[in-house]
T-cell receptor
Framework: DAKTTQPNSMESNEEEPVHLPCNHSTISGTDYIHWYRQLPSQGPEYVIHGLTSNVNNRMASLAIAEDRKSSTLILHRATLRDAAVYYCIHQSSGGGADGLTFGKGTHLIIQP | ETGVTQSPTHLIKTRGQQVTLRCSSQSGHNTVSWYQQALGQGPQFIFQYYREEENGRGNFPPRFSGLQFPNYSSELNVNALELDDSALYLC??????????????FGPGTRLTVL
């Protein structure tokens, strides 16, 4: 199974940037890196994904290390609504019908 | 465009019973995946259906089965319920290529309690 390592929890202040780290030292060349988040009492929500290059979308930015063994999800200006569990996932895109393998994720706490 | 919906929201069953959980995917999404999420854990992949055929399965026994229908609805059936089956059950739909490439859209889940 693909495996990632994330801190159990992180705390940040509202309106400040948040950098959520993820280590994925066993990643292979074809594995996408996905980030999902799960707000309280909701299903997971897609945040962003990438393969090699850094990626930006309206929710966040994904910075991928050159050796791809780690990545960082960046929330540029955290709001209270960003308090959630953030999951970093990597998995082979070998065409198999495998679901995403979630770990325990990082519980992000936002202080007002 | 409507989101992914699931029913019921909550369900209580007793050990040994059977249960059917329902999911309505986003229109046009040919792939649906089901996940089990125990309290305090991340979701665990049960299986995936593509165009009404199961095409991938996680480490779950055969008493977990499913169906996908042409109208973008699907079902998860669990027979011979055990106490450890108590969890949040999530369905997720994606366009065509599955969760490794396509964005997955999750429903809010069904909370199953087995007594």
């Amino acid at each position: 199974d693909a495996k990632t390592t994330q801190p159990n929890s992180m705390e940040s202040n509202e309106e400040e940037p948040v950098h959520l780290p993820c280590n994925h030292s066993t990643i292979s060349g074809t594995d996408y890196i996905h980030w999902y988040r799960q707000l309280p009492s909701q299903g997971p929500e897609y945040v962003i994904h990438g393969l090699t290059s850094n990626v930006n979308n309206r929710m966040a930015s994904l910075a991928i290390a050159e050796d791809r063994k780690s990545s960082t999800l960046i929330l540029h200006r955290a709001t209270l609504r960003d308090a959630a569990v953030y999951y970093c996932i990597h998995q082979s895109s070998g065409g198999g019908a495998d679901g995403l393998t979630f770990g325990k994720g990082t519980h992000l706490i936002i202080q007002p | 465009e409507t989101g992914v919906t699931q029913s019921p929201t909550h369900l209580i069953k007793t050990r040994g019973q059977q249960v059917t959980l329902r999911c309505s995917s986003q229109s046009g999404h040919n792939t649906v995946s089901w996940y089990q999420q125990a309290l305090g854990q991340g979701p665990q992949f049960i299986f995936q259906y593509y165009r009404e055929e199961e095409n991938g399965r996680g480490n779950f026994p055969p008493r977990f089965s499913g169906l996908q229908f042409p109208n973008y609805s699907s079902e998860l059936n669990v027979n011979a319920l055990e106490l450890d089956d108590s969890a949040l059950y999530l369905c997720a739909s994606s366009l065509d290529q599955g969760p490794l490439v396509d964005t997955q859209y999750f429903g809010p889940g069904t909370r199953l309690t087995v007594l």
